[in-house]
């Protein structure tokens, strides 16, 4: 039964870069075929898909946030981050992993993800 948690920061000044982990359990991030992606939801809002990383390590960002965000993975630890840089207010979120068994895409379709952490409020202010 695999396993996703994510961890960080839960507080984050205007300008600085959101730092997150997620921790797999029970399953490889290296295992055919599966893609490891980040999602998040601001208050009063959908989710909004911001990359992923693949079983091969290829890495695919959502629009609107491919200038600001990166994200890599650690095979030996069985890890993925996610760094999203220069955060406003507006990126205040609360920020989930998960894991789907298809190329994921920039419309989040929340069934479409067979695993998800139990997510983390980041919140940016000074």
């Known amino acids: 039964q695999v396993q996703l948690q994510e961890s960080g920061p839960g507080l984050v000044k205007p300008s600085q870069t959101l730092s997150l982990t997620c921790t797999v359990s029970?399953?490889?991030?290296?295992?055919?075929?599966?893609?490891w992606s980040w999602i998040r939801q601001p208050p009063g809002k959908g989710l909004e898909w911001m990359g992923a990383v693949a079983y091969d390590g290829s890495i695919y960002y959502g629009p609107s946030l491919k200038s600001r965000t990166s994200i890599s993975r650690d095979t030996s630890r069985n890890q993925f981050t996610l760094q999203l840089s220069s955060v406003t207010p507006q990126d205040t979120a609360v920020y989930y992993c998960?894991?789907?068994?298809?190329?994921?895409?920039?419309?989040?379709?929340?069934?479409?993800?067979?695993?998800w952490g139990q997510g983390t409020q980041v919140t940016v202010s000074s």
């Open positions: 029970g399953g490889s991030i290296t295992a055919n075929y599966y893609y």
């Open positions: 998960a894991r789907s068994p298809h190329l994921p895409n920039s419309i989040v379709d929340r069934y479409g993800y067979d695993s």
